[in-house]
């Protein structure tokens, strides 16, 4: 029998309710040092409130000035994230990062904009990518609703089709992304489960976005083998 893998939808990027359950956010984002024109680095600091470490997963959203996505990433238990993009240096980057820990009873929102500015010393300028103001965490959801809305997706890897299949309530949309931010795929829907084909795409990582009917999502790799 196939595997399923049972994905808590923890990513709510665009819902801005307090919960007054949780513990306040902290930390912030900075961006490492040594950054060039087409590649970021970004730290992570939200990470010495939430314990254990190895269950903090962070959703990063990374979009153009115009709202396009650019990168999509999961990551679990690290507090830094680099990605590449091909933006000129006179564009905003807008950074979207859901901190999710159930453990720690934490959903935090961490969203800023960066900016190519220029450090200006006697005999020389250095430049990198800087945030406009230190993003500062905010609760988004109450840590209930993020145990309420769970699903299965499998099989992860796929050669072909990959099941999705909501525990509680129904599936409103599915969009499915390239590593580049493209989006190459989406459908409307209002049902508990859907089968995506893969089939005729090629083999590497993809990001797939299930958004349900309340208008939680989440983003989760899927590798095409």
Known sequence: MKKRIALIIAV?????????????CQGSLTVNVGSIPDKISIFHSGFYFAFPEEQNN????VTNSLGEVIVLDT????????FNHNLATSDTIHIKSLLTNLSA???CLFEGNLYWKETKYPTFSIWNWAFVNSPVGSNVLDIENINGFMANIYPNPTNDIVNIILEKGSLKKIELYSLTGTLLFNKELKSEKYALDLSDYNSGIYYLKVINQDNNLVYTRILKI
């Open 12 to 24: 709510v990027l665009g819902f801005s309710q307090i919960s007054k359950a949780q513990t306040d």
């Open 58 to 61: 962070i959703v990063w959203e």
């Open 75 to 82: 990551i679990v238990g690290d507090q830094h994230f680099t």
């Open 105 to 107: 009873n934490i959903a």
